[in-house]
């Protein structure tokens, strides 16, 4: 019956995860139904292996027992450098969802792969539909900008560009489900619904989806020696990367008869995102980081609690906080986990499945370059969630 329950629990677990973005709009005060479900996970999974006596592979274990070392060091040396429990817990709250590692393997079988598939898939394409819609009925005005705004700003999981457009935290699933489409073999609806979250990307305006899933893609073409393309999708990213800007500035247009005559520079910056802003707080937070380090916090850090001038609490680049808070020691963790899901997809009988989880996994650690995804329940679980399946997949 625990077992029943516990997959439950799962398959509810990762529908969350897929949809619920940051976890804001399913929270009563300071908890969210995010919060209650990881409880769930963790008590359901102390069930199973002491009284069920389900075993863990010893991988599993130590990769967490590691995790857990990497957090005791971060939070020893954040209070040694002056952090108070409110500043070290703020930075260690995210990151204890590693410890759904165990209850993911514990839960899910071979067998519920093509479930987890199909919640992925299903949960992007709903996302796309839903924000396209959205989007549409605020520029026809028939929704008032100022209601949705006023309708969602609390929650903090929208960025809004200007009065046309929005991005969400939970825009990675986009990215996400458009991996697994593309890995989806035998759907007569797989170019459409690929085109579709492509397109939802280039409308919420964001460079490093764009970018990661570019780069992600010119890998796979490279293994599978199909140079033609990777060439292209390298290129893509390569326009993304260093034009991007003005492609912003031509959409901008296609929105607003006003911007029709001005330069990026002369544009107004609130319409779709100051990117120019957005890079150069980016280059700040990098070199006010590199202007507080020292040999002992390039090999631990500073510590949880510990930011920057300009970021007190979070980065926007993960690794770069990573570095800043746990030093090289931080950054050897999420190089060794890579590794191991690395090694879980060669383990892995071949297959479309196989592909999909192991190349999300690498566009996340990709999308972590400019944003934090590795770091935060949203990418991490993912993480988890593709190590667990490839294992699962040996056969």
């Not at 893609?217 to 020696?225: E, G, V």
Request: charged share 15%.
């Amino acid at each position: 019956m625990i077992e029943k329950i516990a997959k439950l629990l799962a398959l509810i677990l990762i529908a969350e995860l897929c949809l619920g973005g940051g976890g804001r709009f399913t929270a009563i005060g300071p908890i969210s139904l995010r919060m209650v479900l990881f409880g769930l996970a963790l008590a359901t999974s102390i069930i199973l292996v002491i009284r069920e006596k389900i075993i863990v592979p010893g991988l599993i274990w130590k990769l967490s027992l590691g995790f857990m070392l990497m957090i005791v060091v971060g939070i020893i040396v954040g209070c040694l450098n002056g952090s108070t429990f409110i500043d070290w817990f703020e930075d260690v709250k995210p990151l204890s969802y590693f410890f759904a590692f165990p209850f993911f393997y514990l839960s899910l079988e071979k067998l519920d792969i093509p479930k987890i598939e199909w919640l992925i898939k299903g949960s992007s394409v709903f996302m796309a539909i839903a924000f396209i819609t959205i989007v549409v009925l605020i520029n026809a005005k028939v929704i008032p900008f100022l209601s949705f705004y006023q309708a969602t700003l609390k929650s903090g999981e929208l960025f809004y560009r200007g009065e046309v457009v929005f991005f969400y935290k939970g825009f990675l699933l986009l990215g996400i489900g458009a991996i697994f489409h593309y890995f989806e073999e035998t759907s007569k609806w797989r170019s459409i619904l690929f085109s579709l979250l492509i397109f939802a990307i280039v409308l919420s305006v964001t460079r490093g989806l764009l970018l990661s899933l570019a780069l992600t893609f010119s890998i796979y073409f490279l293994t599978i020696k199909s140079y033609r393309k990777a060439g292209f999708s390298f290129a893509l990213g390569f326009i993304i990367l260093f034009w991007g800007s003005s492609l912003i500035l031509s959409g901008s247009k296609w929105f607003d008869a006003e911007q029709k005559n001005k330069t990026y520079a002369m544009a107004n910056p609130n319409l779709l995102g100051d990117r120019n802003y957005s890079d150069n707080g980016r280059i700040a937070q990098a070199r006010e980081v590199w202007g507080e380090a020292s040999f002992s916090s390039a090999l631990v850090g500073h510590g949880f609690g510990r930011g920057i001038p300009s970021r007190p609490v979070h980065m926007e680049i993960a690794y770069l906080e990573i570095f800043h808070k746990q030093g090289l020691l931080g950054l050897s963790f999420w190089a060794f986990f890579f590794g191991s899901i690395f090694f879980q997809y060669h383990q892995a009988i071949p297959s479309s499945s196989a592909n999909a989880f192991f190349f999300s996994a690498l566009f996340i650690f990709i999308e972590s370059f400019t944003n934090q995804y590795i770091n935060n329940p949203i990418g991490m679980s993912m993480l988890l969630l593709s190590w667990v399946s490839l294992y699962k997949l040996k056969g």
